[in-house]
C-alpha cells in the first residue's frame, strides 16, 4: 500500500499563477485533510472532507480551495498564488473524522517568488 | 475552538536520558490526543495516541499520560537513543467538529 500520496513534491510558482496539488489515498479512509506548515507555526488545517461530497473551512482557508473528486482524491488549488502562500503542504486521511489517527502523505513544498 | 499549547519548544537531552513533552488543552470536550514524530524534512508520524477513558498508556520506551481534570497531557520517553532526535507534535481532538488542533512542536536533540 502506498498510504497517501502527494505530487508534486517541489513546486515553484510565480506570484498570480494558479496551481492545484493532487492527494490520493489508498486505505479507504472515508476523511481527507489538507494542512500547512510553516516554521514555528505547527500544523494548521486549510480544508477538510469528513466524508465523500463534502468539504469544510478549517483554520486558514483564505485563498485556497478544495475539491473532493471521489472517495480516494482531494486536491487543493491555489487560485491566484502569493508570497505568503510559501509552505509545505500535508494532505491527510483518516478512517473517520472522528477520534481517528491521520496518515500524512510526505508533502508538497511550495515556493511562491 | 480548541486550543493547544506545547513546551518545551526545545530539549535537549544526553543518549540515555529521559524526556518529557508537555501540551495543555483548553476544550474539556476533547477526548482524542496523538503525539507525532516529525524527522527533517519527513512526513508526521503517529507514535502513539491516547483516548480520554484511559490515564496512561505504553508502548516500549514511549509513554502518554492524560489528566483530563488539569486538561493536559504529556509524552515521556526513556533511554533515549539519538534517533529520537525529530520535532514532535502533540494534537487534541474534540468537539462536534472534525479538527484535530496540533501543538507548535517540540525539536528534541539528543545528543550522543
Known amino acids: 500500500n502506498a498510504g497517501v500520496t502527494q505530487t508534486p513534491k517541489f513546486q515553484v510558482l510565480k506570484t498570480g499563477q494558479s496551481m492545484t496539488l493532487q492527494c490520493a489515498q489508498d486505505?479507504?479512509?472515508?476523511?481527507m485533510y489538507w494542512y500547512r506548515q510553516d516554521p514555528g507555526m505547527g500544523l494548521r488545517l486549510i480544508y477538510y472532507?469528513?466524508?465523500?461530497?463534502?468539504?469544510d473551512k478549517g483554520e486558514v482557508p483564505n485563498g485556497y480551495n478544495v475539491s473532493r473528486l471521489n472517495k480516494r482524491e482531494f486536491s487543493l488549488r491555489l487560485e491566484s498564488a502569493a508570497p505568503s502562500q510559501t509552505s509545505v503542504y500535508f494532505c491527510a486521511s483518516s478512517v473517520t473524522g472522528i477520534n481517528q489517527p491521520q496518515h500524512f502523505g510526505d508533502g508538497t513544498r511550495l515556493s511562491i517568488l | 475552538g480548541e486550543n493547544v499549547e506545547q513546551h518545551p519548544s526545545t530539549l535537549s537531552v544526553q543518549e540515555g536520558d529521559s524526556a518529557v513533552i508537555k501540551c495543555t488543552y483548553s476544550?474539556?470536550?476533547?477526548?482524542?490526543f496523538p503525539w507525532y514524530k516529525q524527522e527533517l524534512g519527513k512526513r508526521p508520524q503517529l507514535i502513539i495516541d491516547?483516548?480520554?477513558?484511559?490515564g496512561e498508556k505504553k508502548d516500549q520506551r514511549i509513554a502518554v499520560t492524560l489528566n483530563k481534570t488539569a486538561k493536559h497531557f504529556s509524552l515521556h520517553i526513556t533511554e533515549t537513543q539519538p534517533e529520537d532526535s525529530a520535532v514532535y507534535f502533540c494534537?487534541?481532538?474534540?468537539?462536534?467538529?472534525?479538527?484535530?488542533?496540533f501543538g507548535k512542536g517540540t525539536l528534541l536533540t539528543v545528543n550522543p
Open positions: 491516547i483516548r480520554s477513558n484511559v
Open positions: 486505505m479507504n479512509h472515508n476523511s
Open positions: 476544550d474539556s470536550a476533547s477526548n482524542y
Open positions: 494534537a487534541a481532538w474534540g468537539g462536534s467538529n472534525y479538527k484535530l488542533t
Open positions: 472532507s469528513a466524508s465523500e461530497g463534502t468539504t
